[in-house]
């Protein structure tokens, strides 16, 4: 069985961060583990308090992991402190991680912001340069890439500026109203679109987190990554087609909608 790992912030209300990982990765096949970086007390209408580990403490739970099983992709999300994104960038070198997909979360659905300004330096010098895939979203991408997103054209030229400058491939999320759903896939000097259809479903807690680690599973089942970007879009798009309605605000999503077994029953 192929293994993914995530390492990324709890979610207490289950619907992102490593429940939603750990949900994704086991609905898309593969064996799932955690490096969590923070407890959060959140729930679907907001964040209320972050309590990040300590950076030694990051370290020893991604040493007795990469030590004992080792993982075939990697995902990493939300990270709020530079101390954690030294750590993960140091352990991912030493044991020469592969798959590595970053999804670099800078603010939650509900509009809380998720990571310190200096973080955001220290993730542009240590750990994007290491990633495999980027996966940010407009507002992600215009911070990453100093400049304004306001159209299709402005997506090629921002996705096109991180990917040469962080020597990775970046996958810039559409949607903020700016397309339908449509996904841009930049790498080695080329690009490919990715359509999809808007879905009207206001529950889309933790789509970020769920893409981003559907990809990772899809890499360390060998797919390549165009294929993995596309497996991820259409398990994206199944859950929240499912229509899961839960909680007062921004709900989670159905990860489970394509399980079907006696179990579930």
């Given at each position: 069985m192929?293994?993914?790992?995530?390492?990324?912030?709890?979610?207490?209300?289950g619907?992102?961060?490593i429940?939603?990982d750990?949900k994704?990765?086991?609905?898309?096949g593969?064996?799932?583990?955690?490096?969590?970086?923070?407890?959060?007390?959140?729930?679907?209408?907001?964040?209320t308090?972050?309590?990040?580990?300590?950076?030694?403490?990051l370290g020893?739970?991604?040493?007795e992991?990469?030590?004992?099983?080792?993982?075939?992709?990697?995902k990493?999300?939300?990270?709020?402190a530079?101390?954690?994104?030294?750590?993960?960038?140091d352990?991912?070198?030493e044991y020469?991680?592969?798959?590595?997909?970053?999804d670099?979360?800078?603010?939650a659905?509900?509009?809380?912001?998720?990571?310190?300004?200096?973080?955001?330096?220290?993730?542009?010098k240590?750990?994007?340069p290491?990633a495999?895939?980027?996966?940010p979203?407009?507002p992600?991408?215009?911070?990453l890439?100093?400049?304004?997103?306001?159209?299709?054209?402005?997506?090629?030229?921002?996705?096109?500026?991180?990917?040469?400058k962080f020597?990775c491939?970046?996958?810039?999320?559409?949607?903020?109203?700016?397309?339908?759903a449509?996904?841009?896939?930049y790498?080695?000097?080329d690009?490919?679109?990715?359509?999809?259809?808007?879905?009207?479903?206001?529950?889309?807690h933790?789509?970020?987190?769920?893409?981003?680690?559907?990809?990772?599973s899809?890499?360390?089942?060998?797919?390549?990554l165009?294929?993995?970007?596309?497996?991820?879009?259409?398990?994206?798009?199944?859950?929240?087609?499912?229509?899961l309605?839960?909680?007062?605000?921004?709900?989670?999503m159905?990860?489970?909608f394509?399980?079907?077994?006696?179990?579930?029953?």
């Open positions: 192929k293994t993914a790992l995530t390492i990324a912030g709890s979610d207490s209300s619907g992102a961060g429940q939603a750990i994704t990765m086991i609905s898309n593969v064996y799932a583990m955690s490096a969590i970086t923070a407890l959060t007390a959140q729930n679907t209408t907001g964040v308090a972050i309590m990040d580990v300590t950076p030694e403490f020893e739970q991604i040493d992991i990469f030590t004992d099983i080792y993982p075939d992709a990697v990493i999300g939300m990270v709020s530079s101390g954690l994104i030294e750590k993960i960038a352990k991912l070198i020469k991680a592969k798959n590595i997909v970053v670099p979360v800078m603010v659905t509900s509009g809380a912001k998720l990571i310190t300004d200096d973080a955001i330096s220290t993730l542009k240590k750990l994007l290491i495999t895939v980027l996966t979203n407009i992600e991408g215009e911070v890439s100093g400049m304004k997103i306001e159209n299709e054209n402005d997506m090629v030229e921002a996705a096109k500026f991180i990917s040469e020597d491939a970046v996958l810039m999320k559409g949607g903020h109203q700016i397309n339908d449509n996904d841009l896939l790498r080695n000097g690009y490919k679109w990715f359509t999809g259809k808007r879905i009207d479903n206001p529950n889309t933790g789509t970020g987190c769920t893409l981003s680690s559907a990809i990772a899809n890499l360390a089942k060998g797919y390549d165009d294929k993995a970007v596309l497996r991820a879009k259409d398990y994206i798009s199944g859950a929240l087609a499912a229509m309605d839960l909680g007062k605000g921004s709900g989670p159905n990860h489970a394509a399980c079907d077994n006696e179990f579930m029953k």
